[in-house]
């Protein structure tokens, strides 16, 4: 069974920082496109950031240079780290795997960042 979960998300003043993770069990991690996508109220999810199983990254960019992604395969697990958060960056954060036509979510954290 494919399990991804996050952890990490919570409420920072703007300017705060705070470091998402997510672990997985029931894929071959290391095969994995991972990434992190966002959704905040009325609106659709986005990419926020992405990383290849040869550590390539992406970003969205409007967090680009203050989020970055990561990946450590002996842990199975991806995190951000979102520095200079904004009001704007609130939103529920997820997870996302992806290996060839397969695609799983997490369940999501929020995040809110206040002005």
């Known amino acids: 069974q494919v399990q991804l979960v996050e952890f990490g998300g919570g409420l920072v003043q703007a300017g705060g920082s705070l470091r998402l993770s997510c672990a997985t069990s029931g894929i071959i991690f290391s095969l994995n496109r991972m990434g992190w996508y966002r959704q905040a109220p009325g609106e659709q999810r986005e990419l926020v950031a992405t990383i290849t199983s040869g550590y390539s990254t992406n970003y969205a960019a409007s967090v680009s240079g203050r989020f970055t992604i990561s990946r450590d395969n002996a842990k199975n697990t991806v995190y951000l780290q979102m520095n200079s958060l904004i009001p704007e960056d609130t939103a529920v954060y997820y997870c996302?795997?992806?290996?060839?036509?397969?695609?799983?979510w997490g369940q999501g954290t929020q995040v809110t960042v206040s002005s």
């Open positions: 996302n795997a992806r290996e060839g036509t397969s695609v799983y």
